[in-house]
């Protein structure tokens, strides 16, 4: 059993800052990429950052330069630091995982989401 539990979410002011973290647990071997996609309302669900494990960074032209990904590979946990934020960044945001299991076998995995509000 593997989970991905997010926290960090909430209302924040146009200009503001938030960091969303995701934690992975469970029945882990090693996790390869990880990232965050995002869903507002009417909209499909978009890759905002991702991470492989040897450090590399993916971002969304909408976000480079305000977001910044991380990982702490001891902690299995992916960060992501939103800076600048936008009334247009206001969706939810969905952590994603690729985990080998402790069985050697290989799933993609979702978080439940944390709701991101940026709004006066």
């Known amino acids: 059993q593997v989970q991905l539990v997010e926290s960090g979410g909430g209302l924040v002011q146009p200009g503001g800052s938030l960091r969303l973290s995701c934690a992975a647990s469970?029945?882990?071997?090693?996790?390869?990429?990880m990232g965050w996609y995002r869903q507002a309302p009417g909209k499909e669900r978009e890759l905002v950052a991702a991470?492989?494990?040897?450090?590399?960074?993916n971002y969304a032209d909408s976000v480079k330069g305000r977001f910044t990904i991380s990982r702490d590979n001891a902690k299995n946990t992916v960060y992501l630091q939103m800076n600048s934020l936008k009334p247009e960044d206001t969706a939810v945001y969905y952590c994603?995982?690729?985990?080998?299991?402790?069985?050697?076998?290989?799933?993609?995995?979702w978080g439940q989401g944390t709701q991101v509000t940026v709004s006066s």
């Open positions: 991470i492989i494990s040897g450090g590399s960074t």
């Open positions: 469970g029945s882990i071997f090693s996790i390869n990429a």
């Open positions: 994603n995982a690729d985990i080998t299991r402790s069985d050697y076998t290989s799933f993609g995995y």
